[in-house]
């Protein structure tokens, strides 16, 4: 079972930036896709970038140009890099490894956006 631990969330004022880290607790380079999705208080979750072995990206057309997915195998770690921060991106933000068919998920960092 992969074990994730997401880290570097925060509070920020409107266009200011963070990046988010998520370590996983095995090597990633068999996991794919590694995914950061995000959920606001009473909405659902929604994928906000996803970026697979051969590092194609996609992002929530929201974060496009704004946001930014690596990885880093030899760390074993996935990063949200998020620049130009605004009070709607204000969500729990969870990392997500997919292995075949399970998923597996961290236990989520805060990100809170202030106008």
């Known amino acids: 079972q992969v074990q994730l631990v997401e880290s570097g969330g925060g509070l920020v004022q409107a266009g200011g930036s963070l990046r988010l880290s998520c370590a996983a607790s095995e090597s990633i380079f068999s996991i794919n896709p590694m995914s950061w999705y995000r959920q606001a208080p009473g909405k659902q979750r929604e994928l906000v970038a996803r970026?697979?072995?051969?590092?194609?990206?996609i992002y929530l057309d929201s974060g496009k140009g704004r946001f930014t997915i690596s990885r880093d195998n030899a760390k074993n770690t996935v990063y949200l890099q998020m620049n130009n921060l605004k009070p709607e991106d204000t969500a729990v933000y969870y990392c997500?490894?997919?292995?075949?068919?399970?998923?597996?998920w961290g236990q989520g960092t805060q990100v809170t956006v202030s106008s």
């Open positions: 997500a490894a997919q292995r075949g068919f399970t998923v597996y």
């Open positions: 970026i697979t072995y051969g590092d194609s990206t």
